[in-house]
C-alpha cells in the first residue's frame, strides 16, 4: 500500500496492525514529519519503505521500489497535526508565527514572499481561485498598500489586515482568515496542481480489485477528486452507441454515496475532523 501523505504515520500505523501481510510505502515531502513517521513505525520496519517526495511522484516512486501496482492508495490531503501545530511553519492563524507555510522547508517560496512579491492581481487571484474569499479585490489591494511602508512578515499582522478589510457583519462562519490562509498554503506548496496529477497515477497504480480512499479537507480538493473519480467509473464510448466497446468500460467502481463525513462520536473526539469529506474507488477494469 501506499500511504501517500504519511504525515506522523498515524494511518499507516493502524493499518500495519490490522494487515500482518501487508507492507507500506510512505510519501512525505517534510523531512521533520518523516523523522517522526520513522520512529513510531519502527516496531514494522520490515515492513515499511519512507520516501522523501510528493504524492504526485507515485510513477517514480513505484519504479525505485521494483513495483507495477499496489493494492491500495491512501490521501490525506490538506496540513497535518505536526505542521499545524508548530508555531514556526506559519500555518495556523490562530497564533503569531512566521508566515512560511511550505510543507518542505528545503524549497520554494514562503507565504511572506507571496505577499512581498506579487502583483495585485496575481493576489487577488489566489485569494479567490484557493480561498473563494468574496473580499479578494479588497484584501490585495490593502496587502500591496501596506507592504509599501510596512512589510508584511507575520501571522499577527496579516489576520489583523483582514479583519480591518472584512466587515463583521459579512463574514461567513469560522476565523475570517481561514480562507487567505487556505489560499496562500496552496500557493506556496502548489497542492490543487499535485492533486490533479496524483489522481490519474494513483488509478494507474492499482491493481484490479486495488483501492484508493481520499480524505478532503475544502471543496476545492473535494470536488478534484469527484472529479476524477467520477470519470474513472464511467464509460467512455460514445453515449450514442447500443454496446459497450470493449476496454472502454468503467475502471473504477464507487465505494461511497458522495463524500462519507466523521460521525459525532469521532467530531467531539477529534475536532479537526469535523470538515473532512471521504471517498473510496476499486479498481475493476483496464481501460484499452
Given amino acids: 500500500m501506499l500511504d501517500a501523505t504519511l504525515g506522523m504515520a498515524g494511518h499507516s500505523v493502524e493499518i500495519l496492525r490490522r ?9 512525505d515531502r517534510d523531512q521533520e514529519a518523516l523523522a517522526v513517521a520513522r520512529e ?4 514494522f520496519e520490515s515492513r515499511v519503505r519512507l520516501v522523501k517526495g510528493t504524492f ?3 510513477p517514480r516512486i513505484l519504479e525505485g521500489a521494483g513495483l507495477e501496482f499496489v ?5 490525506d490531503f490538506g496540513v497535518s497535526s505536526l505542521q499545524l501545530d508548530s508555531r514556526e511553519r506559519g500555518f ?5 508565527s512566521a508566515l512560511d507555510m511550505r510543507m518542505d522547508q528545503a524549497s520554494g517560496l514562503t507565504a511572506r514572499q507571496i505577499l512581498a512579491e506579487y502583483d495585485e492581481s496575481e493576489l487577488r487571484r489566489i485569494f479567490w481561485e484557493y480561498g473563494e474569499e468574496r473580499f479578494a479585490g479588497r484584501l490585495a ?3 500591496v498598500n501596506q507592504r509599501q511602508t510596512e512589510p508584511i512578515s507575520d501571522s499577527t499582522q496579516l489576520v489583523a489586515l483582514i479583519e480591518r478589510v472584512i466587515p463583521a457583519s459579512k463574514r461567513r462562519s469560522g476565523h475570517p482568515a481561514k480562507r487567505v490562509f487556505q489560499a496562500l498554503r496552496i500557493e506556496v506548496n502548489g497542492e490543487l496542481d499535485q492533486i490533479e496529477r496524483a489522481l490519474p497515477a494513483a488509478i494507474a497504480a492499482i491493481g484490479i480489485g486495488g483501492r484508493i480512499v481520499t480524505l478532503s479537507y475544502h471543496s476545492l480538493e473535494d470536488r478534484a477528486v469527484k472529479r476524477a473519480f467520477a470519470a474513472g467509473a464511467s464509460s467512455s464510448s460514445p453515449a450514442d452507441l447500443p454496446i459497450e466497446l470493449p476496454g472502454h468500460g468503467p475502471v473504477l467502481r464507487l465505494l461511497t454515496r458522495g463524500a462519507e463525513l466523521a ?5 467531539a473526539a477529534n475536532p479537526r475532523s469535523a470538515s473532512v469529506r471521504l471517498r473510496a474507488v476499486e479498481r475493476i ?4
Fill in 141 to 143: 489591494a490593502r496587502i
Fill in 19 to 27: 494487515f500482518p501481510e501487508l507492507r507500506v510505502i510512505g510519501i
Fill in 92 to 96: 495556523s492563524y490562530a497564533r503569531s
Fill in 40 to 43: 513510531r513505525l519502527n516496531e
Fill in 263 to 267: 460521525d459525532e462520536p469521532e467530531r
Fill in 71 to 75: 493494492s491500495g492508495v491512501l490521501f
Fill in 285 to 288: 477494469g483496464v481501460a484499452a
Fill in 56 to 58: 504526485d511522484e507515485i
